[in-house]
């Protein structure tokens, strides 16, 4: 298994701009995480699917973020309009179900907002 | 809210040393506790996966112990070596969804 892909892995982009991350969790998982890391805050969780379905979204720091997953095997974590605060990486993580089971994180795309 | 706290935030050692990394949590109702190892400008990998139920976990050099009631978790690296070098993160999760509550990492370098 080619673990969870994650694209793009870096991403410049201005101020205000449209901001796209895409993520392929393992194939049978069925749940997938979104993440951000920062120096300041470290590793937050942003959003998290249980079987497509967004459980929880309370981590999603303001409106301008938003998160899909048309099917089990794609999510998209978007940032409209984008500005410089929101540069991190980010992760995405799957796990074969909610509980009990070990999370694996993709590569992460690290996002720079100019 | 639960907080978690990693201590130290750094360590060195010398090559051969064995070695413990701390992870406390301030909520102990937690379902799962994991350790992850993170090189630098990578992305996460998982060592270690303690359940509620479980008291320690072990994974070739690596043993890990959960303690609920006093909300501590510990990492024992034996015989570290230069490869160990990365930053070791240690993540609760408190409800059945698996939403993670990372602390903030210790750095570990294991000199040769």
């Known amino acids: 298994d080619a673990g969870v892909i994650q694209s793009p892995r870096h991403e410049v982009t201005e101020m205000g701009q449209e901001v796209t991350l895409r993520c392929k969790p393992i194939?049978?998982?069925?749940?997938l995480f979104w993440y951000r890391q920062t120096m300041m805050r470290g590793l937050e969780l942003l959003i998290y699917?249980?079987?497509?379905?967004?459980?929880?979204d309370s981590g999603m720091p303001e409106d301008r973020f938003s998160a899909k997953m048309p099917n089990a095997s794609f999510s998209t974590l978007k940032i409209q309009p984008s500005e410089p605060r929101d540069s991190a990486v980010y992760f995405c993580?799957?796990?074969?179900?909610?509980?009990?089971?070990?999370?694996?994180f993709g590569p992460g795309t690290r996002l720079t907002v100019l | 809210k639960q907080e978690v706290t990693q201590i130290p935030a750094a360590l060195s050692v010398p090559e051969g040393e064995n070695l413990v990394l701390n992870c406390s949590f301030t909520?102990?109702?937690?379902?799962?506790l994991q350790w992850f190892r993170q090189d630098p400008g990578k992305g996460l990998t998982s060592l270690l996966l303690?359940?509620?139920?479980?008291r320690e976990q072990t994974s070739g050099r690596l043993n890990a112990s959960l303690d609920k009631s006093s909300g501590r978790s510990t990492l024992y690296i034996a015989a570290s070596q230069p490869g160990d070098s990365a930053t070791y993160l240690c993540?609760?999760?408190?409800?059945?969804?698996?939403?993670?509550?990372f602390g903030g990492g210790t750095r570990l370098m294991v000199k040769p």
């Open positions: 993580a799957s796990s074969l179900s909610a509980s009990q089971h070990e999370q694996f």
């Open positions: 194939s049978g998982h069925n749940s």
């Open positions: 699917f249980n079987n497509n379905v967004p459980i929880d």
């Open positions: 909520d102990s109702a937690i379902y799962n």
């Open positions: 303690i359940q509620s139920s479980q």
């Open positions: 993540a609760v999760s408190n409800n059945a969804g698996n939403m993670l509550t």
